[in-house]
């Protein structure tokens, strides 16, 4: 990268404004769409490009260019550098990011007062509470969000209802009241229908705007507060069951792609139903619905299944890539893994000295988010790329707020990464990162190179 005096180029400059558009070129092969951010004062990934198209771009001066022929990202052989946007407080759990669009609309849930939990929109750091008026109860999350501006999630009803299907309960949020889906755009929430029972969840949706989750039926379990759910797919206002794998009775689908593929668990309605609301999802089977529209169904057990218990597959991609935890043969470890039909399961292991790992979420570069943890159950926000582990915190080169990235989900297509973080006082903050293509964060970043492997050793302290 060098150094240019942009009163010597032939583009236009305006002295009075000190500005002057400028066109970046790409190398040939890249298909990176670099956006400026005034904030930052850098160039940000913004998105892919046929191969050889430029991108314009208008900024203030003083900058630096890049040669023609010259790429704007960082070297492979490096790990990308990231800046970290905050989100500010999202409270307790369930209080975080769980999804985001390429054009950076991120969905979560953030606490609305100590009692009350809201589902919430962020575009960069303004942050929308969606969950305010709700379906009629106090509480509300959202879980996943499309091109289309049409966000998923799950909210409560005035209608009482015990079990604490959603959890909101089991985190200190009072709840007595049912726990219905929703789809909400422009302002209005709707919910969805249901398999007759009183409660159902929407976790993911896609940009065809088929959204999956799981809905409680009429059918009595005796060993447990809920009735048997089934895994669905809503579809134009629809409601289709999904079958789970033979012999189970109970399935709960967490990841949609582009293709109408699913991705989720299924077990004994015993095991799963009474992990409802918790934080821990273990499942005895994994599947993968193939056609959302004509309603066939294929699982992929054959490459995801172990002679062992506990096994959860938790995002996928428009490849058909799927991403998630599994136990060990120990039946005490949990690894990280990474499918596809081409190597089946593989393990993405753990960062350097840790026990476990999770990987949450994959985009379509196959770009891996997740935590890596150690034996105190400590988390580690993490980017998998070709299966390495990168702590995120040793990448951040821009960082006002000075945040600590604790859980990496999700990641969109251009690699922003949203996620939980907290603060030095030990408050949960949700934040954006976003790839630091520009001048002076990666003057940092490339001063910072030789600091990695140290920096490392040094993980930043959990309060």
Not at 125 to 144: E, M, R, T, V, Y
Request: hydrophobic fraction near 40%; glycine fraction near 12%; charged fraction near 15%.
């Amino acid at each position: 990268m060098r150094r240019t005096d942009l009163t010597s180029v032939s583009h236009e400059l305006d002295k009075k404004k000190r500005e002057c558009r400028v066109v970046l070129e790409t190398r040939k092969g890249c298909g990176n769409k670099f956006n400026y951010e005034p904030e930052l004062e850098a160039f940000t990934l913004g998105g892919l490009l046929p191969q050889g198209m430029g991108v314009s771009a208008l900024f203030a001066i003083p900058i630096q260019t890049t040669a023609q022929g010259q790429s704007a990202t960082p070297e492979r052989n490096n790990p990308p550098h990231y800046a970290v946007i905050n989100l500010g407080p999202v409270g307790n759990p369930p209080g975080q990011p769980y999804g985001i669009s390429n054009g950076r609309l991120v969905v979560g849930a953030a606490a609305a007062s100590a009692t009350v939990m809201h589902a919430v929109l962020w575009y960069n750091a303004l942050k929308i509470d969606i969950g305010a008026h709700g379906l009629g109860g106090p509480n509300s999350a959202g879980f996943g969000v499309n091109e289309l501006g049409q966000v998923v999630g799950t909210a409560e009803t005035s209608t009482p209802n015990n079990p604490d299907f959603c959890g909101f309960n089991a985190y200190g949020f009072p709840s007595l009241t049912a726990c219905l889906p929703f789809v909400w755009q422009f302002g209005q929430m709707s919910k969805l229908p249901t398999l007759g029972g009183a409660n159902r969840q929407a976790l993911a949706i896609n940009n065809r705007g088929e959204v999956a989750g799981f809905a409680e039926t009429t059918y009595a379990d005796p060993d447990c507060a809920v009735s048997e759910f089934k895994p669905v797919i809503w579809e134009r206002g629809q409601i289709h069951e999904l079958p789970t794998y033979p012999g189970d009775a109970v399935g709960i689908p967490v990841g949609i792609n582009d293709k109408g593929q699913v991705v989720g668990g299924s077990a004994l309605a015993h095991r799963l139903t009474r992990l409802v609301g918790s934080t821990t999802r273990i499942t005895t089977h994994c599947f993968g619905r193939e056609t959302a529209r004509t309603g066939t169904a294929t699982w992929a057990t054959a490459g995801l299944r172990r002679p062992l218990w506990g096994i959860s597959p938790v995002g996928t991609n428009n490849r058909g890539q799927v991403v998630g935890h599994s136990l060990l043969p120990d039946n005490a470890t949990f690894h990280a893994f990474l499918w596809t039909r081409e190597t089946g399961m593989q393990d993405l292991g753990t960062l350097p000295g840790d026990v476990y790992s999770l990987a949450i979420h994959i985009n379509d570069r196959g770009e891996v988010v997740g935590a890596s943890l150690d034996a105190n159950f400590n988390l580690y926000a993490v980017l998998w790329e070709n299966g390495t582990p990168v702590d995120l915190n040793t990448v951040v080169v821009s960082n006002a707020a000075k945040l600590t990235p604790d859980l990496a989900w999700p990641i969109n297509s251009s690699g922003k990464i949203a996620g939980l973080a907290v603060t030095s006082t030990g408050e949960a903050h949700g934040f954006l990162a976003i790839r630091a293509i520009g001048i002076k964060l990666m003057q940092r970043a490339a001063g910072m190179r030789d600091k990695t492997a140290a920096k490392a050793t040094r993980r930043p302290k959990r309060l």
